[in-house]
T-cell receptor
Framework: DTEVTQTPKHLVMGMTNKKSLKCEQHMGHRAMYWYKQKAKKPPELMFVYSYEKLSINESVPSRFSPECPNSSLLNLHLHALQPEDSALYLC???????????????FGPGTRLTVL | AQSVTQPDIHITVSEGASLELRCNYSYGATPYLFWYVQSPGQGLQLLLKYFSGDTLVQGIKGFEAEFKRSQSSFNLRKPSVHWSDAAEYFCAVGARTNAGKSTFGDGTTLTVKP
């Protein structure tokens, strides 16, 4: 199985809601990533988990809270978001975490988030 | 700091024609280089990668890329484009000195004319 799955595909939420995005991989990868992508722009790295521990936080606002319950799962908890947070949220995984050896990242299809 | 430039924002080619997408990078040592493709509303799929060795790299879907250190380039090519190749293409560079994080170019949108 060489797939990264993400749920839900689409999410619409108000600014006072709390919601979560879920990502799953069964490739035995030891690093997992969250990216944010605005339309017609490249992905922007948000968080990296290495061996289930948060290793990189790209100064992301605290209204985004990542969680890695186990080696296959990655969640992104959302609370009090702003309309400008509307974007495609991509999850990815790689065999080894940076920087020990750089491997390709496998991306999920993304969750299209709209904040009203 | 590493950086990636994709000079062409949008390229249109006819189906069956050849394709070259340009990528220039800035990095002090040998970088790790990647090309990804993204179809509308989808995630990114790796087309090919270069870490070391042979500078001509073969990828999936009939794509290839050539690493030219002297020109700091990693251009993507395909001899005959198919309508299904229409998508957004991202070049990316990764480096151990940047905690292995990838830096993506701004992307090139490929349109294929019938």
């Amino acid at each position: 199985d060489t797939e990264v799955t993400q749920t839900p595909k689409h999410l619409v939420m108000g600014m006072t809601n709390k919601k979560s995005l879920k990502c799953e991989q069964h490739m035995g990868h030891r690093a997992m990533y969250w990216y944010k992508q605005k339309a017609k722009k490249p992905p922007e790295l948000m968080f990296v988990y290495s061996y289930e521990k948060l290793s990189i936080n790209e100064s992301v606002p605290s209204r985004f809270s990542p969680e890695c319950p186990n080696s296959s799962l990655l969640n992104l908890h959302l609370h009090a978001l702003q309309p400008e947070d509307s974007a495609l949220y991509l999850c990815a995984s790689s065999q080894d975490p940076p920087p020990s050896s750089y491997n390709e990242q496998f991306f999920g299809p993304g969750t299209r988030l709209t904040v009203l | 700091a590493q950086s990636v430039t994709q000079p062409d924002i949008h390229i249109t080619v006819s189906e069956g024609a050849s394709l070259e997408l340009r990528c220039n990078y800035s990095y002090g040592a040998t970088p790790y280089l990647f090309w990804y493709v993204q179809s509308p509303g989808q995630g990114l799929q790796l087309l090919l990668k270069y870490f070391s060795g042979d500078t001509l790299v073969q990828g999936i879907k009939g794509f290839e890329a050539e690493f030219k250190r002297s020109q700091s380039s990693f251009n993507l090519r395909k001899p005959s484009v198919h309508w299904s190749d229409a998508a957004e293409y991202f070049c990316a560079v990764g480096a151990r000195t940047n905690a292995g994080k990838s830096t993506f170019g701004d992307g090139t949108t490929l349109t294929v004319k019938p």
